[in-house]
Structure formats: structure tokens, C-alpha cells
């Protein structure tokens, strides 16, 4: 079992910067690939980013490309989601997942645990 808790959202403007954090505890955090999805109201949930065990390869949605960075540090067993140049269309409650798969992946189900989520409000 493993816990994911994030932290980090808020209100921001639009343009402004942003980090979030998702914590883990339990099992060995640096057994499994770790990834961000989001889910804007009104909308299903949408892949961000994800990373590799060790933090070598990263993966990020096209929208976000180039403005967001995932990263790890497993010593600390943390999970960051830096996001520059917010838009208002980042607005969502965003979420961390842990994946025990060999591959990467964008798909929901292909995470096994999930965090509570943390709210990001991105004001024009």
C-alpha cells in the first residue's frame, strides 16, 4: 500500500508559478513510476506528467509542454510538479499516482494508487 498526499495548490494569476509536492509513504517509493493528472470542472480527468523510477525519463501532456517539469527525489520519497506561465485553463484539482507498471503510461487505470488531490485555481 502506498499513501499519496499533495500539497502546494492555491489561487494564482494567471502567468504566476506554482509547485506542488505529493508525499508518499508506505511502500518503496522508487518501486514505482510516478505520474500528475488533473481534472478540470465539468471535464474528465486529463494525464499531465509522469516519470520514470529513477527520474531518468520524463513524459508530459502536449499543453504543457515546455512550462510544467515533474521531477522526484526518492530520498525524500516526493514527487514534484513545477508549473510556470500558468493559464487559466490549468484550473483543476490535481493529482499524484504511483504505478508498479513496467511501462509508461497515460492511462488512469494503469495507476494503482491515487492521492486526495490538491486545488489549483489559475484567475485571468
Known amino acids: 500500500q502506498v499513501q499519496l498526499v499533495e500539497s502546494g495548490g492555491g489561487l494564482v494569476q494567471a502567468g504566476d508559478s506554482l509547485r506542488l509536492s505529493c508525499a508518499a509513504s508506505?511502500?518503496?517509493?522508487?518501486?514505482?513510476?510516478m505520474g500528475w493528472f488533473r481534472q478540470a470542472p465539468g471535464k474528465e480527468g486529463e494525464f499531465v506528467a509522469a516519470?520514470?523510477?529513477?527520474?531518468?525519463?520524463?513524459y508530459y501532456v502536449d499543453s504543457v509542454q515546455g512550462r510544467f517539469t515533474i521531477s522526484r527525489d526518492n530520498a525524500k520519497n516526493t514527487v514534484y510538479l513545477q508549473m510556470n506561465s500558468l493559464k487559466p485553463d490549468a484550473t483543476a484539482v490535481y493529482y499524484c499516482?504511483?504505478?508498479?507498471?513496467?511501462?509508461?503510461?497515460?492511462?488512469?487505470?494503469?495507476?494503482?494508487?491515487w492521492g486526495q488531490g490538491t486545488k489549483v485555481t489559475v484567475a485571468s
Open positions: 499516482a504511483a504505478s508498479s507498471g513496467i511501462y509508461h503510461s497515460t492511462r488512469h487505470h494503469d495507476y494503482d494508487y
Open positions: 508506505g511502500r518503496t517509493f522508487g518501486n514505482y513510476r
Open positions: 516519470i520514470s523510477r529513477n527520474g531518468g525519463r520524463t
